[in-house]
Each structure stands twice: as structure tokens, then as C-alpha cells.
């Protein structure tokens, strides 16, 4: 059981970017934090990489193994890496009351670190959320296998993993987007799903989830889906629920046989107990009947549009086929193709490191 602070004042959140994949993300939402009760760190074995991002602190793992040149795409270097640095990542992490982390698999840093940052969290009794991006099919069986190694391990001490194969941007934004476009896209997504969590868990509700309520639901280890739905309308809300719901995020993983359930809604007025009672009966319909599902509702003055819907649901079962005698892996999605309108309800990441950004774009 996590042993958790029981106030939300000073609550701390730790949003943690590793490897070059993970620091790039920081770099889009670094600026656009409106809370003060969310840290970002940037984790790399690449000293200049770490240079150009944008975080509260920068850790340079595994200097004296690397030299800061990075971890030659080898995972075991970046383990190696991460272990060397131990103490500076046990820092942070006792720092956090929780962690939501962004990394991308199939690499060295990425695959390497991850799986080894979430057991230290896990060590120390805090719960951790990693979103975690797999290579593209072009990119070869080489490092879809290597991801795959690297997600069963992530899975073993994280709370809740949530993946997106990079092939999930041409299938929702088409081939014709531009590179950058596409992952500028992804990664507002990432910046709503954290501001969405902070919310939650930052502001007084009239119904509150708390961090013990946060916490039990992460105990349900497997995987897990997470869907942010706004609107201005109230009439608008069942097409919000939808979209958290259905996209090609959750449509990854089987929601019905989630165990945990939190439904949050922010509203900067107030929401009628019919519609209330509409969005809880429909998450609970699409998930197990024994699921502990866990509902709040809170009023914040400063939303961005008058409604928001946030659903995390763990404990859940991956459809994503898997040929265990192979070790290769598939993307292959039961559900129907989604929507290109869907693509803002999906958290994904940049791989592939692109110029520094200029702190005016931001």
C-alpha cells in the first residue's frame, strides 16, 4: 500500500521525460504549465540532448559510463546508466508524491531506463504512470523486438502503462501530415492528459479524488487507458464521454476487463445529477461489474472550455497480438479505424530528435 501524504496542499508531481524521445515532450509543455504543483525532469544519457530541454532539472545518467554520448541505442547501457545514478534519481523521485513519466521504447536510454526508474519508484511506494511510444514498423523487427523486451519489463513495476505505436500518427493524421505537425499534435494531447491529473488531484471538489482513492486504482496492475473529453455544452457531454472512451488510445487495450476505474469531471459551473449519473452508468456499462470505479466531480473557474471529462482505467488486458515463440510483435487493432477528428484524444510522443525549440514558439 502507498504510503501518501493526505492533503492535496503542496502536493507534488513529478513528470519525468527519459531519454530523447521523453525530453522532447517536455520541451512542447515545459511553457505551457499552469500549475505550480508539477516538476518536469529530463532524464538522458545524451549530454546534448539534455542541453536543448526544457525542464526544472536535467540528469545526466551514466556520465562516467557514456561521457555523455549516449547510450549507442543498447538498453543495457542505459540500465547501466541509470543504475550509475542511482541516488540522483532516488532524489527525485522522493521528491514526488506521484510520477507520470513519457519515454520512448525500441532505443538505448528509453528502454533501458525506464523499467529501471519504475522499480525504484515502486521501491519507495510511489505511484507511477509511464506513456510509452513504439517504434514505427519501418523502423524494423530489430527494435520492435527490442521495444517489446523492454515494455514486458516496464509492466512488471510500473502501475499503469499505456503504449502507442508510432504507426497510430499515420493511421489517425494520414500520410500526408507534416513530420513535425503530427508529433506537435501528439504532444498537446500529453500536455492536456498531465493538466487534466493535476486537476484532479490539486483542486477541492465537491466530490474529491484523493490521492489514497489515486493510489488504490493504480494498484491494479496491467494495462491502462487514459482519455480526456471537453466540451462548452452541457448537452454536448455524452459526445465528450465518447471521445475519451473511443479512440484509437483505448481501443488498444480490452476496457472491459479493467479493475479500476476513476471518472473525473471539471466543470466551471455546475453539471445536473442526470448527466452526472449518465457518465458514471456509462463507464461502469465497459468495465468489469466487480471494477472499483471511483468517481469525482470538482469546479474549476479557469477551465478552458466549461466541461472536462478525465477516465483512467487500469488493471486492464492488451489486444495487441503477441507471438510469444517469435518475440515479434503486432499493432494490429480489434477495434474499427479511428477517426482523424480522434487525433486530440490521443497522448503520443516525439521519437526522433528535432531541432531545439526556441522558447518564443512555445
Given at each position: 500500500?502507498?504510503?501518501?501524504?493526505q492533503?492535496?496542499?503542496?502536493?507534488?508531481?513529478?513528470?519525468?521525460?527519459?531519454?530523447?524521445?521523453?525530453?522532447?515532450?517536455?520541451?512542447?509543455?515545459f511553457?505551457?504549465?499552469?500549475?505550480?504543483?508539477a516538476?518536469?525532469?529530463?532524464?538522458?544519457?545524451?549530454?546534448?540532448?539534455?542541453?536543448?530541454?526544457?525542464?526544472?532539472?536535467?540528469?545526466?545518467?551514466?556520465?562516467?559510463?557514456?561521457?555523455?554520448?549516449?547510450?549507442?541505442?543498447?538498453?543495457?547501457?542505459?540500465?547501466?546508466?541509470?543504475?550509475?545514478?542511482?541516488?540522483?534519481?532516488?532524489?527525485?523521485?522522493?521528491?514526488?508524491?506521484?510520477?507520470?513519466?513519457?519515454?520512448?521504447?525500441?532505443?538505448?536510454?528509453?528502454?533501458?531506463?525506464?523499467?529501471?526508474?519504475?522499480?525504484?519508484?515502486?521501491?519507495?511506494?510511489?505511484?507511477?504512470?509511464?506513456?510509452?511510444?513504439?517504434?514505427?514498423s519501418?523502423?524494423?523487427?530489430?527494435?520492435?523486438?527490442i521495444?517489446?523486451?523492454?515494455?514486458?519489463?516496464?509492466?512488471?513495476?510500473?502501475n499503469?502503462?499505456?503504449?502507442?505505436?508510432?504507426?497510430q500518427?499515420?493511421e489517425?493524421?494520414?500520410?500526408?501530415?507534416?513530420?513535425?505537425?503530427?508529433?506537435?499534435?501528439?504532444?498537446?494531447?500529453?500536455?492536456?492528459?498531465?493538466?487534466?491529473?493535476?486537476?484532479?488531484?490539486?483542486?477541492?471538489?465537491?466530490?474529491?479524488?484523493?490521492?489514497?482513492?489515486?493510489?488504490k486504482?493504480?494498484?491494479?496492475?496491467?494495462?491502462?487507458?487514459?482519455?480526456?473529453?471537453?466540451?462548452?455544452?452541457?448537452?454536448?457531454?455524452?459526445?465528450?464521454?465518447?471521445?475519451?472512451?473511443?479512440n484509437?488510445?483505448?481501443?488498444?487495450?480490452?476496457?472491459?476487463?479493467?479493475?479500476?476505474?476513476?471518472?473525473?469531471?471539471?466543470?466551471?459551473?455546475?453539471?445536473?445529477?442526470g448527466?452526472?449519473?449518465?457518465?458514471?452508468?456509462?463507464?461502469?456499462?465497459?468495465?468489469?461489474?466487480n471494477?472499483?470505479?471511483?468517481?469525482?466531480?470538482?469546479?474549476?473557474?479557469?477551465?478552458?472550455t466549461?466541461?472536462?471529462?478525465?477516465?483512467?482505467?487500469?488493471?486492464?488486458?492488451?489486444?495487441?497480438?503477441?507471438?510469444?515463440?517469435?518475440?515479434?510483435?503486432s499493432?494490429?487493432?480489434?477495434?474499427t479505424?479511428?477517426?482523424?477528428?480522434?487525433?486530440?484524444?490521443?497522448?503520443?510522443?516525439?521519437?526522433?530528435?528535432?531541432?531545439?525549440p526556441?522558447?518564443?514558439?512555445?
Amino acid at each position: 500500500m502507498f504510503q501518501l501524504i493526505q492533503q492535496n496542499d503542496g502536493l507534488s508531481i513529478g513528470v519525468f521525460g527519459i531519454g530523447g524521445c521523453g525530453c522532447n515532450t517536455l520541451n512542447s509543455i515545459f511553457e505551457q504549465r499552469e500549475s505550480d504543483q508539477a516538476f518536469l525532469y529530463s532524464v538522458n544519457t545524451d549530454k546534448v540532448v539534455l542541453e536543448h530541454t526544457q525542464s526544472d532539472e536535467a540528469v545526466l545518467i551514466g556520465a562516467e559510463l557514456t561521457h555523455g554520448y549516449g547510450a549507442g541505442a543498447d538498453p543495457k547501457v542505459g540500465l547501466q546508466a541509470a543504475e550509475e545514478s542511482k541516488e540522483q534519481l532516488l532524489t527525485l523521485i522522493n521528491g514526488c508524491d506521484i510520477i507520470l513519466c513519457a519515454t520512448g521504447l525500441g532505443g538505448g536510454t528509453g528502454t533501458g531506463a525506464s523499467p529501471y526508474i519504475a522499480k525504484l519508484a515502486s521501491e519507495q511506494g510511489k505511484p507511477i504512470i509511464f506513456v510509452a511510444t513504439l517504434p514505427f514498423s519501418s523502423e524494423g523487427q530489430f527494435r520492435s523486438n527490442i521495444a517489446q523486451a523492454g515494455l514486458n519489463e516496464l509492466k512488471e513495476h510500473a502501475n499503469a502503462v499505456i503504449t502507442l505505436p508510432n504507426d497510430q500518427l499515420i493511421e489517425v493524421l494520414g500520410n500526408d501530415i507534416g513530420l513535425f505537425d503530427a508529433f506537435k499534435h501528439s504532444n498537446q494531447i500529453l500536455h492536456s492528459l498531465i493538466k487534466s491529473l493535476i486537476d484532479m488531484l490539486c483542486f477541492q471538489g465537491l466530490i474529491n479524488v484523493d490521492l489514497n482513492d489515486f493510489a488504490k486504482i493504480m494498484d491494479c496492475q496491467g494495462d491502462a487507458v487514459l482519455g480526456v473529453g471537453k466540451c462548452d455544452e452541457e448537452s454536448e457531454l455524452t459526445t465528450a464521454l465518447d471521445g475519451a472512451l473511443n479512440n484509437p488510445l483505448v481501443n488498444q487495450v480490452d476496457m472491459s476487463s479493467s479493475t479500476g476505474v476513476i471518472i473525473q469531471v471539471n466543470c466551471k459551473d455546475e453539471i445536473s445529477l442526470g448527466n452526472y449519473n449518465l457518465i458514471t452508468d456509462t463507464v461502469r456499462q465497459q468495465v468489469s461489474l466487480n471494477a472499483l470505479v471511483i468517481c469525482g466531480v470538482s469546479k474549476i473557474e479557469n477551465l478552458a472550455t466549461n466541461y472536462e471529462l478525465l477516465v483512467i482505467a487500469t488493471g486492464a488486458s492488451s489486444k495487441m497480438i503477441l507471438d510469444d515463440t517469435t518475440n515479434e510483435s503486432s499493432s494490429k487493432v480489434v477495434a474499427t479505424k479511428p477517426k482523424a477528428s480522434d487525433i486530440f484524444d490521443i497522448p503520443a510522443f516525439i521519437r526522433n530528435q528535432s531541432a531545439p525549440p526556441s522558447k518564443s514558439s512555445l
